[in-house]
């Protein structure tokens, strides 16, 4: 089987790029302290009522904006925020296609 398509050639590294072997960051993510698992327990104790009242608010509030803030960071604290999904128009892969309109910008 032949084919007509050149190697494409290699990329030369940016003068800012990383030498081999070195990393941003050689110490890693800090670890979590005591009162970092302590505040999470705490949030995670409360999570029921503040379901409650993001439930209360969603039946019967009027602008309590202040109350679903208080909830929701309660909520993301012990439990994490929702996983957000990135999707490009037409329902393509943003990053996807981003890499092809950096790579072929007629696309």
């Known amino acids: ?15 800012t790029s990383f030498k081999p072997g070195n990393c941003a960051n050689p110490g890693g993510r800090p670890k979590k302290t005591k009162e970092d698992y302590d505040l999470i327990a705490a949030c995670r104790e409360k999570g029921q009522a503040a379901l409650s009242v993001l439930l209360d608010i969603m039946q019967n509030g009027k602008m309590e904006s202040n109350r679903i803030k208080a909830a929701q960071v309660i909520v993301e604290r012990g439990y994490g925020k929702p996983e957000q999904p990135i999707v490009g128009a037409g329902g393509k892969d943003l990053i996807q296609s981003v890499t092809v309109s950096f790579i072929n910008p007629n696309k």
Do not use: C, S
Not at 1 to 15: G, H, Q, R, S, W
């Open 1 to 15: 089987m032949v084919t007509d398509k050149k190697p494409e050639p290699k990329k030369k590294a940016n003068k």
